[in-house]
């Protein structure tokens, strides 16, 4: 089955704890991004990648790192959380040719004490 | 101003009720327009890309106006089913990115 998949799906830390988020995705896909989601606010991008060994800042890159050594795999960091940072993580991946669909993983939600 | 704007709602219809809603968007040089559907606590998924020439699918009509920068989504006969939030999402010239709207809320009642 064609999907994203992220991990943990819930996750509730303490300030300065770094933290990974995982996401993979089984399409062959070389396009990916990660997004938070926060009320009024809508999907902001933080990070992408078009490709491996390829990433760019989104609209809100603060406080976030990303790599992509493997095409597959997207994890989203951050190596010292801060409560602002408690939101909803959406991990998404596409094809760079044909469909411009972009399909999300099932969401993390974080919270940052 | 927002790049991508959309009212959020909640719009509360009954069941078999007609709905549109709009989506301006402020930069001229956006190239694709897409819809999604959200539902509470899930991810966001496609429900139709939209096309210069306007898009149906099934109960679903898309239409873009690039003269007044929006676009629109109007669904006829509303179900239940339809309760959620939908998020439009636009794409600029030479970008792979998509700029979303914060999503309008539709309540289908009984």
């Known amino acids: 089955e064609a999907q994203v998949t992220q991990n943990p799906r819930y996750l509730i830390t303490v300030t300065g704890k770094k933290l990974t988020v995982t996401c993979s995705q089984n399409?062959?896909?070389?396009?990916m991004s990660w997004y938070r989601q926060d009320p009024g606010l809508g999907l902001r991008q933080i990070y992408y990648?078009?490709?491996?060994?390829?990433?760019d800042k989104g609209d809100v890159p603060e406080g976030y790192k990303v790599s992509r050594k493997e095409k597959r795999n997207f994890p989203l960091i951050l190596e010292s959380p801060s409560p602002n940072q408690t939101s909803l993580y959406f991990c998404?991946?596409?094809?760079?040719?044909?469909?411009?669909?972009?399909?999300f993983g099932p969401g993390t939600r974080l919270t940052v004490l | 101003r927002k790049e991508v704007e959309q009212d959020p709602g909640p719009f509360n219809v009954p069941e078999g009720a007609t709905v549109a809603f709009n989506c301006t968007y402020s930069n001229s040089a956006s190239q694709s327009f897409f819809w999604y559907r959200q539902d509470c606590r899930k991810e966001p998924k496609l429900l139709m890309s939209?096309?210069?020439s306007g898009n149906e699918d099934g109960r679903f009509t898309a239409q873009l106006n690039r003269a007044s920068q929006y676009i629109s989504l109007l669904i006829r006969d509303s179900k239940l089913s339809d309760s959620a939030t939908y998020l439009c999402?636009?794409?600029?010239?030479?970008?792979?990115?998509?700029?979303f709207g914060s999503g309008t809320r539709l309540q289908v009642q009984p």
């Open positions: 999402a636009v794409k600029e010239t030479g970008r792979r990115a998509l700029t």
């Open positions: 990648s078009m490709n491996v060994e390829v990433t």
């Open positions: 399409m062959n896909h070389e396009y």
């Open positions: 998404a991946s596409s094809s760079l040719a044909g469909t411009n669909e972009q399909f």
């Open positions: 939209v096309y210069s």
